[in-house]
């Protein structure tokens, strides 16, 4: 066995050579054996050792070199700690016992205090170079999946991906595995989880047709801009395109409604695949990712090596726009005496609420939101007209059009909002604020570009704009009671029955007003969606989910599903019409199995 002797750190912070069977000392061998020379109790020796190295400062106030230089000495410490945090080498008695013998080892100041928590093992793994070991393709992938930090995966299994389901029964306590009942609701569930928690949707599913069911959500997922890493089990490389049973070009297939993809058919790129496809589909504008691995690729032995840093040359992301884009944008807005703020789905992805209630607040400008953006702004705010377009309000409608500046932030200019593009606000100035440069200047010729990140545009814009009211702000009465006038003329109705039936609007504006704005609402698509996005209210972000760019019938019952997943503690209730019903109604049967 390979004992090693190592400087290691004492709880009075002196640096000392392991040796002997002192107290204050340590005898440390390596992961392959977990013993020591004096015998002593490996369980006792692990967590004192740890407890040692947290005692010479507090975690949180240390930083990332000092974690490195306090822990990479004690390699073996933290495979042992690695072991128990990943569920590989080590089974969950053993972590119990390893949590119960840190309280009751070796002596230390406040011990409960310095036990570690599941995010510091975590961290400590990544910081230190215990990221390469020998494992097989699919512990490699799902090991890399823990360490983004996945808790559910919705997924339907076959053939070729099966060996990833066989590494999942040793991360039962990491990993909830959500077992669908088709493909397609597995990734209409992922959207779900994502739009509700923030977090990247995670699916799996097998090689050919279990593939291919993806695609519609794939599109989905691009068209609204949602986090989504779809993983797909593909043949053995050694029969990729030999028409092998069940293969599929789903890289090819999908290319088109990806925001990336990968084929991987050697196992030590399996976690390096992983990190860049969590990293494009969560930055930028997000988006869905597919990783297809092949078979052999996942039962093969391989180095685990998992990426510190991603480099990726030919995939920036601007964040910061430009100084002299804001200093123009901000003089228009001063200038401008028919403002209207003109708000996208993308102020929600930013998390950019609290900066637009403030530009909002400061400009004193109307405010539309689009299908994709509802609770973005609250509905009760007295600058809110509603949702623009073919579905929209009178005033929202009429604002854009009689508009002569549009402050357009992270919208798109689809054409279910602006109609015909030639008549759309023919007398306005356009502020474009995305992310995506490809949108800026698409549909609609623009006056001033803010290309970056939301939040980051909105902290920089606002200053700017505080500055320029200063010396000079136009009077928007005339202007704000001509729109708040439309709105109160001409506001959102329906038809009531004579005949003592129900109209499905007041339906769905009732169970708004009994399950209240902390709710969550999915909806299908058609007609019964636009009835609630019009007569639901809506005052907070991820509270309303839909199907946006792509139109998906058979969204709502497995994109409720996960939402609920994606944020439990809230009530999600799922609106659908009977045509999109039909399409996923066997998900119900997923929710009550899983006791969603």
């Known amino acids: 066995h390979c004992t090693f002797k190592s400087p290691i750190y004492n709880t009075d912070n002196s640096q000392s050579e392991l040796s002997g069977n002192k107290k204050e000392n340590y005898q440390l061998q390596c992961d392959s054996c977990f013993t020591h020379s004096n015998n002593a109790d490996p369980l006792a020796q692990a967590g004192s050792a740890f407890r040692m190295c947290k005692g010479v400062k507090q975690w949180k106030d240390m930083t990332p070199e000092e974690k490195r230089r306090i822990y990479a000495p004690n390699a073996n410490i933290i495979v042992m700690l690695h072991s128990c945090y990943m569920g590989n080498t080590i089974d969950k008695k053993f972590t119990d016992e390893y949590f119960t013998e840190t309280r009751h080892a070796a002596p230390g100041p406040d011990i409960e205090a310095m036990q570690p928590t599941e995010e510091e093992l975590r961290d400590v793994c990544l910081s230190t170079n215990l990221t390469k070991r020998e494992t097989t393709g699919a512990f490699a992938l799902i090991d890399s999946l823990v360490r983004h930090g996945v808790k559910h995966i919705f997924g339907y299994p076959g053939g070729a991906i099966m060996p990833i389901y066989d590494a999942l029964y040793d991360y039962n306590d990491k990993l909830k595995h959500i077992l669908v009942r088709h493909e397609q609701g597995g990734i209409h569930a992922g959207q779900g989880y994502a739009r509700t928690s923030g977090n990247v949707g995670v699916v799996f599913a097998t090689s050919g047709p279990g593939a291919t069911n993806l695609v519609t959500g794939l599109a989905d997922a691009l068209m609204d801009s949602i986090p989504i890493v779809a993983i797909t089990g593909q043949v053995a490389s050694t029969h990729i395109g030999t028409d092998a049973f069940q293969e599929a070009d789903i890289r090819g297939i999908t290319m088109p409604v990806t925001k990336h993809n990968f084929l991987v058919t050697d196992p030590a790129e399996i976690p390096s695949a992983v990190a860049q496809a969590f990293h494009i589909a969560s930055t930028g504008r997000p988006g869905a990712v597919l990783v297809d691995v092949a078979k052999d690729a996942l039962t093969t032995m391989t180095d685990f090596n998992y990426p510190k840093n991603i480099n990726l040359p030919g995939y920036k992301v601007i964040t910061e726009p430009k100084a002299e884009s804001v ?260 998900e119900l049967v997923t929710c009550a199995l899983n006791d969603i």
């Not at 007209?385 to 854009?400: E, F, I, R, S």
């Not at 609106?575 to 999109?580: K, S, T, V």
């Open 327 to 586: 200093r123009d944008a901000a003089a228009l807005i001063a200038s401008s005496k028919q403002p209207v703020l003109y708000i996208g789905g993308g102020i929600i992805k930013a998390e950019a609420e609290k900066e637009l209630a403030k530009l909002a607040e400061i400009t004193g400008a109307p405010v539309v939101n689009t299908l994709m953006a509802r609770g973005a702004f609250p509905d009760s705010h007295k600058q809110n007209l509603g949702m623009p377009g073919m579905h929209g309000t009178v005033a929202a409608v009429t604002a854009l059009q009689k508009a002569d500046l549009l402050i357009t932030l992270g919208a798109r200019f689809d054409d279910r909002v602006t109609g015909k593009l030639s008549s759309f606000a023919p007398n306005a100035k356009i502020i474009h604020a995305d992310i995506d440069p490809a949108e800026i200047g698409k549909n609609r010729k623009v006056d001033v570009p803010l290309l970056g990140d939301l939040k980051e545009s909105l902290k920089a814009l606002i200053p700017a704009v505080e500055k320029e009211l200063k010396k000079s702000q136009p009077d928007l009465t005339p202007w704000l009671n001509q729109v708040y006038g439309w709105r109160e003329n001409f506001p959102l109705g329906y038809d009531h029955p004579t005949d003592g039936s129900l109209s499905p609007q007041f339906v769905i504006e009732r169970l708004g007003q009994i399950a209240g704005p902390e709710a969550i609402y999915v909806a299908g698509v058609g007609q019964h969606q636009m009835w609630s996005s019009q007569f639901l209210k809506f005052e907070r972000s991820r509270s309303w989910i839909n199907s946006g760019g792509l139109g998906t019938m058979g969204f709502a019952v497995p994109a409720a599903m996960g939402a609920k997943v994606g944020a439990p503690d809230r009530t999600v209730w799922a609106i659908d019409g009977d045509g999109c019903f039909q399409m996923t109604n066997q």
